[in-house]
């Protein structure tokens, strides 16, 4: 991904919450041939390093070829929105404003304990906001290992990150004033995610 060096951000902390707020992202591969999948991933974080899990259906062709040691990308979009040029003070080309991560890493395929670690983890960041949380515990040892067959576990070790921080750093502070009220101003349910 080519980052302009003004919009490029080195910023860990960003990084983490683009991931977690936006965990249903691409795992990309070009083993065989090029495929993408969109999948839920988890940050798996130990402050020292981090990694990056995710599962998909053994049916997929990536779950066929992919082997440990592989190169994968895993792309993150986080927040974003159309800029109009109508905004700016002078006559100008429109844009688009967005936040994204790109992950390179090396694939290392999930033993079976750790896919039913990984599917605890998963269920329980989406379920504990449900008024009767179905969490893994809940369904049953037989049941989930049953499912579990027909998944594929992945954990992805980064060796490139790449942070993408494009919020119009390049306007005045007229211009980007506009911007921001033009954004809250907004139908959009996407454009609202400026505001956070």
């Known amino acids: 991904m080519f980052i302009p060096k003004i919009y490029k951000s080195e910023d860990q902390a960003l990084m983490k919450k683009i991931i977690s707020e ?18 839920m991933f988890l940050l798996n974080d130990n402050h020292d390093h981090f990694y990056l899990e995710t599962h998909i259906s053994k049916a997929n062709f990536q779950a ?21 040029s109508s905004w700016y003070e002078k006559t100008n080309v429109s844009t688009w404003n967005y936040e994204a991560v790109q992950i390179r890493g090396k694939v290392k395929l999930m033993t079976d304990e750790e896919l039913y670690q990984h599917l605890e983890k998963l269920t329980f960041k989406y379920e504990k906001a449900q008024k009767c949380p179905m969490l893994v515990g809940n369904m049953g040892d037989e ?4 499912e579990m067959k027909g998944a594929f576990g992945i954990n992805i070790v980064p060796t490139e990150i790449y942070i993408a921080n494009k919020l119009s750093q390049n306007r005045n502070d007229n211009d980007f004033e506009k911007i921001i009220l ?14 956070n």
């Open 143 to 146: 049941m989930v290992r049953k």
């Open 64 to 84: 066929k070829v992919l082997k440990d040691g592989d190169e994968v990308l895993c792309d993150f979009l986080g927040a974003h929105s159309y800029i109009s």
């Open 182 to 195: 033009n954004l809250d101003q907004s139908d959009f349910d996407n454009e609202k995610k400026w505001q």
């Open 22 to 39: 936006n965990a249903f992202a691409l795992l990309i591969s070009d083993k065989e041939k090029l495929s993408a999948t969109h999948s």
